[in-house]
């Protein structure tokens, strides 16, 4: 028996979580947090608990309720009855979730896992960001370029369980030391990280009765792949994860076309983020409008948009090298770049050896430059987190020996592009561009409350400094990660699947208008229930 079930990604854009079931065995594709749910119960100061959050959100229903897949230590950690009896609680109601781990199923089902692995389309937070929920032993399957990124998104993180993705630290219950205030007591400590499996998907590869094959996808961040299923009873499923045909990749677009096109499978699992969007998008006009931007600027460009854009940074960096200045980046977006160099298919070359690109080194702390203020921020500094006492060795420092400071860009300001967003605009105190500056925004617009708000503070930040005179008004240039609505349905076409099950987008509905009479199904998934192949 053969069936999928949507967890995530029903009706809104992300937060996909959608398991595959062939017989006995079972896969996730993707396991994204849905921001959509969590902004209908969280918001910046109300957060999940830290040590409560999984249940907090299975309460919620944030995440799902599926038996076997989480990590046992975030459900009902180890001891925690005996604990509960010596504090006079009798009972555990608090940390009960009837929700079974992975372990328990392990137990039941004499060792044979309920989830045989998660397939991870690219990295983005709402694809893969939840894997931090799952139990270490589940295999994650995805390109070498995603494997790569995320371990980059936990060296950048905030710590915490939350971004453990390439090893888990199981919590434990510990009794505190001598020198606590309270010698004895119980506590919750983080344990020795214990690694995920990651496994890079290069050919075909088969996981249980399913046969998968990583097909490449041109997105807004690298090593994006779709997944070609080919299930036990000769049924194929395609699911697309996110895509475009207007980025730079146009050889990830050509090979896709030339695997899916007249592929008839089963089953087409598509995104739909611009469904209702017609106009066209592309990366060539990003680079012409800032060009053009850039070169009639008699003061500082500085640019907005994503760290984990790779494709952005390459557009910018032609910009830069065509109009004579130098493309400062931020260090995150360096430390991504420097860990992409060592895969030739990225396409990223060594950042230090680019003329014409260098990375901003932030004024904190102290104020004084000081290498002491880099500590709690050590990518800022240099291409490494990991430090040891004692060993200099372990740390690096190229963006304070070579990295541009404020006061040189402030000295030279036509010189320099600046890769900064709305949420470094403290540095335009130390910059203090010159008249005749411009800020392009790189990056969608705003479309929620939240983000409307963020932009009227930064159209004040604009007014104050005078950037993007006369109005300052922000000025847009962007092309999405997404195609548009004539792409998807066209493609849809060239595929010619039997059923389209739309996801990933608000809007699932215009798929059966535009498709009626193509003789392709349209199926709108419903949360949580299973549909049968
Ligand atoms: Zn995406």
């Keep these: 028996m053969t069936s999928l079930t949507f967890y995530g990604g029903v009706g809104e854009v992300g937060g996909n979580k959608v398991l595959i079931e062939d017989a006995e065995t079972r896969l996730f ?96 937070e709402d694809h893969f960001k939840h894997i931090s929920l799952l139990d270490e032993k589940i295999p994650i399957f995805c390109t070498e370029i995603t494997k790569a990124t995320i371990e980059v998104a936990e060296d950048l993180g905030r710590g915490g369980f939350e971004y453990e993705f390439t090893a888990a630290k199981g919590k434990s219950l510990k009794r505190t030391g001598k020198t ?67 980025g ?4 990830y677009t050509e090979g896709f076309w030339k695997k899916v096109r007249n592929l008839r499978p089963n089953i087409l699992i598509t995104e739909g983020t611009r469904i209702d969007d017609d106009a066209p998008d592309s990366e060539l006009n990003v680079e012409e409008g800032c060009r053009k931007l850039v070169s009639s600027s008699a003061g500082l460009v500085m640019v907005g948009f994503a760290w984990k854009d790779t494709t952005r940074y390459q557009t910018l ?3 830069a090298e065509q109009t004579g200045r130098t493309l400062v980046i931020s260090p995150k977006l360096a430390y991504l770049l ?72 402030r000295q030279n300001p036509t010189q320099y592009i600046v890769h900064m ?4 605009f403290n540095e335009l105190i130390d910059l203090e561009p010159p008249s005749g500056s411009v800020f392009i925004g790189a990056r969608s617009e705003p479309f929620n409350e939240e983000m409307k708000l963020d932009e009227a503070r930064l159209k004040r930040w604009l007014e ?32 010619h699947p039997q059923v389209v099950l739309p996801i990933h987008t608000e809007k699932p509905q215009i798929f059966g208008e535009k498709l009626a009479g193509t003789g392709i199904e349209v199926r709108i998934p419903e949360l949580g229930r299973e549909i049968k192949l």
């Design 29 to 124: 594709l993707d396991f994204g947090i849905s921001f959509h749910r969590m902004g209908d119960f969280y918001e910046e100061f109300l957060q999940p608990r830290t040590n409560n959050a999984l249940r907090d959100q299975l309460r919620l229903g944030i995440v799902p309720r599926v038996d076997g897949i989480y990590r046992s230590d975030l459900l009902k950690v180890e001891g925690i009855d005996e604990v509960l009896k010596e504090h006079g609680m009798g009972d555990s109601s608090l940390w009960e979730t009837n929700v079974k781990s992975y372990d328990e199923i392990i137990r039941e089902r004499d060792g044979k896992p309920f989830v045989d692995a998660v397939l991870l389309s690219h990295t983005h």
């Design 180 to 246: 606590a205030f309270f010698p004895g007591a119980f506590d919750l400590t983080s344990g020795e990280p214990r690694p995920r499996q990651f496994n890079t998907l290069a050919g075909p590869i088969s996981i249980g009765n399913i046969l998968v094959e990583a097909i490449p996808v041109d997105h807004s961040v690298p090593g994006g792949a779709s997944f070609l299923l080919s299930l036990s009873d000769g049924q194929r499923v395609l699911y697309t994860g996110d895509l475009r045909f207007h």
């Design 248 to 251: 730079r990749r146009n050889d």
């Design 317 to 319: 960096k032609t910009v």
């Design 338 to 409: 420097n860990k992409l160099k060592d895969f030739p298919e990225s396409g990223i070359t060594d950042v230090l050896s680019e003329k014409s690109v260098r990375v901003y080194l932030e004024r904190k702390e102290s104020m004084l430059y000081s290498k002491q203020d880099y500590v709690s921020n050590k990518y800022a500094i240099g291409f490494s987190t990991k430090w040891s006492r004692g060993d200099a060795s372990t740390i690096r420092t190229e963006h304070y020996d070579r990295g541009v400071r404020a006061y040189e860009i």
């Design 421 to 424: 967003d709305f949420f470094d």
């Design 464 to 495: 104050r400094f005078h950037i993007n005179a006369p109005h300052h008004e922000p000025i847009y240039i962007h092309a999405s990660g997404h195609a548009s609505g004539p792409e998807l349905i066209q493609m849809i076409k060239d595929i």
